[in-house]
């Protein structure tokens, strides 16, 4: 955890102090969950959530999960290690952009081939009240409307999912 100041002109303080929220355009901001799998797309779901994050006066989550079925990880330790790198890489590069922004976060790290599960469950335990997350992911394809990881949180979310285009 880390602390929560304000600029000049909003609340000054942590998350005890009494918010000063009412910029904020959802029902509840407080806490967003933001997914990130190291792609464009999900550089710009973090930039959506710094935006959302420094009006709501949010804490931010951020999730990553290390792709890979416990099956893949038995025989291949060498690409877990490459991969769990990776996702640590990305956790730490979305802290720093928020952090930045004056906004309190914390990184999650999970590692299964499901990563839908983890990020809802996630989403469940914390008590979100947004899932900020790509339309797309690495795997990009030009003629998927929706990644399959969106497609999956849309559909078992328990709260909003915000899914945003790279391009905003
Ligand atoms: N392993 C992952 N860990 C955390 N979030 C993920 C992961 N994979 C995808 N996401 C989230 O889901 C969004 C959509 O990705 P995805 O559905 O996998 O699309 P694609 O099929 O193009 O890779 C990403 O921008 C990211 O926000
Ligand atoms: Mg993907």
Redesign the pocket.
């Known amino acids: 955890m880390f602390p929560h100041g304000r600029e000049a002109g909003k609340v000054s303080g942590g998350r005890n102090m009494v918010k000063d929220n009412h910029d904020c355009p959802l029902t509840r901001g407080e806490r967003i969950l ?4 190291g ?1 464009k ?2 550089d710009a ?1 973090v930039d959506q959530a710094v935006s959302l994050g420094g009006v709501c006066n949010s804490q931010i989550f951020v ?5 890979l079925y416990p099956e893949q990880m038995a025989v291949a330790p060498a690409l877990v290690e490459k991969m769990s790198q990776e996702v640590r890489e990305h956790l730490d590069r979305a802290a720093e952009k928020i952090e930045k922004a004056n906004i309190a976060c914390e990184t999650i790290v999970h590692m299964g081939g499901t ?1 839908h599960e983890f ?1 809802v469950q996630e989403a469940r335990e914390r008590a979100v009240d947004l899932i900020v ?9 030009d003629r ?1 409307i ?6 999956n ?1 849309i559909g078992h979310a328990p709260c909003a999912v915000l899914v945003v285009p790279y391009n905003v």
Request: aromatic share 4%.
């Open positions: 933001v997914a990130v799998d792609s797309f999900s779901a999730i990553s999960v290390v792709d990563p990020i997350m790509g339309t797309k992911g690495r795997t990009g394809l998927v929706l990644g399959s990881v969106s497609q949180v």
